[in-house]
């Protein structure tokens, strides 16, 4: 589907590897020149060279942490400077820990909100005002955590819950503003943080590789991992002009995982 995105630019954090490496690689391919973001400066020169060779669009690179409060006006700043606009933002950095309760730690409860909740806030102040001029839109990478509660996935649980709500608030705003503002809820999508699970399965549970996918895909009721690429068509799809109509939609992508209304 030709999704009208030449000319477009984007910054999509996170943009180093699996989720964010598949979106930013599917803009580009749709047209859209980008900006990737994130800690791991080699991990973005690799992606970005993978992406030149496969579109014919401009591809820059910001190293950036950002936990820091002033990380996130620095970024937007770099990508509008070598953009020279900014149409689409995807918020998609930030992994949480997973653990018992009660061996998390106030530094881990901090560093979870620090980066992904606080992250995509100050983010999404700082690319509002260029969204704005442009008529443009947020795609937030959340994740199917959000749905229902989870033992072992308290942080990211609730931080998930947060943005969520963070979406609908800033989609009314946008609808004020002319910016769009949506919500992907990724499940089980083959990344690293996915090997990092099976790995964590074996462990605890003394299976093998095969064993700890089969158990984890039977825990979340599906046939089989998602792919990083799947959800980057998704999120471009909402980043264009065909997905006009959402507004504060958030869209599970996870394989029928999450069965409630």
Known sequence: MELGLNGKTALVTGANRGIGAAIAMTLAQEGADVCLVARDLAKLEETAAAIRAAANVKVVVHAADLRPPEAAARTVEKAVAE???????????GATKRADFFSLTEDDWQDGFALKFHGYVRMTRAA????????????????IGARAGSAEFTIGGSVNVAILNFTK???????????RVNAINPGLIETDRFTRNIERTMNDRGLDRDAAIAFLLAASGTKRPGRADEVGALAAWLASAKADFMQGAIVDIDGGSNRAL
């Not at 953009?83 to 950095?93: E, K, P, Q, T």
């Not at 509002?128 to 994740?143: A, D, F, R, T, Y």
């Not at 608030?169 to 910016?179: E, H, N, Q, R, S």
């Open 83 to 93: 953009l020279g606009r900014l149409d689409i933002l995807v918020n998609n950095a």
């Open 128 to 143: 509002w005002p260029h969204l704005k001029s442009v008529k443009g839109n947020i795609v937030n990478i959340v994740g």
């Open 169 to 179: 608030a800033m989609a009314d705003i946008g609808l004020k503003d002319g910016v």
